[in-house]
C-alpha cells in the first residue's frame, strides 16, 4: 500500500498534467508510467553499478552502455534547461526504451505503438522534478502507484481495472507455492500483478534451479508465465513489470480470453492465478461456444471460471478471486458450475475474504477459489476459512494496521493452516477455519458461502430479575429527592 505522502505527490503531478493539457486519464497513466519505468532502469543500473564496484568486476548485464550515461535518470533531471532536457528525453531516452528486450519479445512487440505525447519542455520538467521524490522501491511502487491512479479515474468502476491489491496477491502465491516445472497463466492480466509476484516467488525459492543452466533460464524467461489482456495500455504496462522484475519475454498477448476466436487454447497451463473481471456480461454470440457449453450464461465471472477450467492442464491447479456471489448464486448457470467443481474436479478450499479488502475502488464481498482439474473427480474435504482481516483498515482509508496481531492480519495463520490442512481435521465449525465434508455440499445445492456451515455461538446474557431493577430504582429516586431537598434548602 503506499502512504498518504506519495498519494499527495500523485495528486500534484496528477494536476500537472492535467493543467500542462493532457486530460485524458489513461494517458496520464501511460505517460507516467514510461517516466516512472526509466527512472527504474537507472535504479536497476545503479544497483548491478555498486555491486561491480565491490567487487571490482565489469558491470554484470548493464542497463545504458558508456555511450548513454547521458539517457539516466540521475544525469538528465540534472540538466537544468528544461528545453534539452525534453529534447533528451523524447529523442534520445523514449527510442532507447523501445528499443530493450529481445527483437522479437512482447516488450518490442508492445511498445511498438507507444507514444511520448508530454506536450511541452515546462510539464516534462516539473512532472520530471515531482516523479523524483518518489521512492521506488523493490515492492514495485510502480504498480502501487498505478492502483492509486486508477481509483481516480471515473471509468474505472465500469471496465472493471482494478488491481489486486499485493499482500492477497502474495498470500495467492505462497499458497500455490509455484514451481520451475510450472507454466502460469493469468487470462486477465491487467498490469501483470499475478506474474510478476509468481516470478519473485520463484527468483527467490528456487534461483539456483532456475539459472542452472542456458535452457532453464530460457525456459523461465520465454516459456513459464503468460498473460491475456485486450487493452494495449495494459499490455504495454504489464510488459514493462515483467521485464524490471527481471523477466525477459513472457508470452503477454492481446487476446479477449472468452472470446471464440480463442477457443482453441486449452489444456496448456499447470497454474493459473487471477482476478477476472466481474462487472459486465457478454453477447452469446461473440463468447466462446465451448464455454457456453460448459455453463449457458452472459455473466463474465461464470465464464471465466469454465474458462480456467478449459486452459488448465489436468493435474493443474487454480487460485482466483471469485464475487461472493458465484459461491451461492441460485441460477441454474451457477449451481453448474459449483457441481462440476466440486464433482468432477477437486475443490480444495474456499477463503472468504471481507468486502473492504478492494476498497476504496470497490465495496464488493469476494472469496479465494483453490482447485485442481482432474476430469475426475477428488474433491473429499474442503477447506473454509473466514479471513476477517487483511492487515490493513477495511474503510477508504486502507491503513496499516499492526499485523503482529491475529485480529489485524489473518494472512499469515490462513498460509500456515493451508500448509498443515491435517491439523484442521479436528477444527470446530466454531472456529475461523474447518474442513467440510464433499456430502454435506452436495446436500446443500453445493452452496460455497461459509455461513452454510459455520456455527455461531450465542452468548448467554443474564439480566437481572425485574424486581430486582425497580427495587434500585426506587433507592436512586429517593436519592434524587433528596438531593433536590437539600438543594431548596441552599438557594431558600
Not at 505525447?117 to 516523479?131: E, Q, W, Y
Not at 509476484?197 to 543452466?213: F, K, M, V
Not at 477476472?276 to 465471472?301: H, I, N
Not at 498460509?415 to 465449525?429: D, F, I, P, T, Y
Amino acid at each position: 500500500m503506499i502512504t498518504g505522502t506519495i498519494k499527495s505527490q500523485v495528486d500534484r503531478i496528477w494536476d500537472a498534467f492535467w493543467s500542462g493539457g493532457i486530460s485524458n486519464p489513461l494517458e496520464v497513466i501511460e505517460q507516467m508510467t514510461y517516466l516512472l519505468f526509466i527512472k527504474r532502469l537507472d535504479e536497476i543500473h545503479s544497483v548491478r553499478e555498486k555491486k561491480a564496484a565491490r567487487l571490482g568486476k565489469p558491470i554484470e548485464e548493464p542497463v545504458f552502455s558508456p555511450e548513454q550515461q547521458n539517457l539516466r535518470w540521475s544525469v538528465f533531471k540534472q540538466l537544468g534547461d528544461a528545453a534539452t532536457l525534453f529534447d533528451v528525453v523524447a529523442n534520445q531516452v523514449f527510442p532507447f526504451i523501445k528499443t530493450l528486450g529481445e527483437a522479437d519479445s512482447t516488450y518490442a512487440t508492445h511498445m511498438k505503438d507507444a507514444r511520448f505525447t508530454i506536450p511541452s519542455p515546462a510539464l516534462l520538467a516539473k512532472v520530471v522534478d515531482m516523479l523524483d521524490a518518489i521512492p521506488m522501491d523493490d515492492r514495485d511502487t510502480k504498480g502501487d502507484l498505478y492502483e492509486y491512479m486508477l481509483g481516480k479515474i471515473a471509468s474505472a468502476g465500469q471496465n472493471g481495472q482494478f488491481r489486486t491489491p499485493r499482500h492477497i496477491i502474495k498470500l495467492m502465491v505462497e499458497m500455490m507455492a509455484p514451481k520451475p516445472a510450472d507454466t502460469i497463466c493469468d487470462p486477465a492480466c491487467g498490469t501483470a500483478g499475478f506474474l510478476v509476484a509468481a516470478a519473485e516467488h520463484l527468483q527467490h525459492h528456487h534461483s539456483n534451479e532456475i539459472y542452472t543452466d542456458q535452457a532453464s533460464a530460457k525456459r523461465f524467461n520465454h516459456d513459464t508465465f503468460h498473460g491475456f489482456d485486450f487493452d494495449s495500455t495494459m499490455l504495454r504496462v504489464g510488459s514493462m513489470n515483467m521485464l524490471l522484475h527481471g523477466v525477459e519475454n513472457p508470452a503477454i498477448e492481446n487476446r479477449d480470453s472468452l472470446s471464440e476466436s480463442h477457443a482453441g487454447v486449452e489444456g496448456q497451463f499447470s497454474l493459473i492465478l487471477a482476478n477476472p473481471p466481474f462487472a459486465g456480461s457478454l453477447d452469446y454470440e461473440s463468447t466462446a461456444q465451448d464455454l457456453q457449453r460448459m455453463v449457458k450464461t452472459k455473466k463474465t465471472e461464470l465464464l471465466f471460471l469454465a474458462l480456467f477450467l478449459r486452459l488448465l492442464k489436468p493435474g493443474g491447479r487454480a487460485a482466483v478471486i471469485v464475487p461472493d456471489g458465484v459461491l451461492f448464486g441460485s441460477s441454474k448457470a451457477h449451481k453448474t458450475l459449483r457441481q462440476m467443481l466440486v464433482e468432477g474436479q477437486k475443490l480444495d478450499a474456499i477463503i472468504s475474504m471481507p468486502s473492504g479488502v478492494f476498497r476504496p475502488y470497490a465495496g464488493v464481498s469476494t472469496a479465494i477459489l483453490l482447485f485442481t482439474k482432474t476430469n475426475s473427480g477428488g474433491t473429499d474435504k474442503v477447506w473454509f476459512y473466514d479471513m476477517r482481516a487483511d492487515g490493513y483498515s477495511l474503510d477508504d482509508k486502507r491503513n496499516e494496521l499492526d499485523q503482529a496481531k491475529h485480529q489485524n492480519d489473518n494472512l499469515p495463520d490462513i498460509l500456515s493452516r493451508w500448509q498443515n490442512l491435517a491439523g484442521e481435521v479436528e477444527r470446530e465449525r466454531t472456529e475461523q477455519s474447518f474442513l467440510v465434508p464433499k456430502d454435506e455440499i452436495a446436500g446443500t445445492d453445493y452452496d460455497l458461502s461459509i455461513n452454510r456451515y459455520k456455527q455461531v455461538v450465542h452468548e448467554v446474557v443474564e439480566y437481572e430479575s425485574p424486581a430486582k431493577i425497580i427495587a434500585e430504582l426506587k433507592v436512586l429516586e429517593a436519592e434524587i429527592a433528596k438531593g433536590t431537598a437539600e438543594l431548596e434548602v441552599m438557594l431558600g
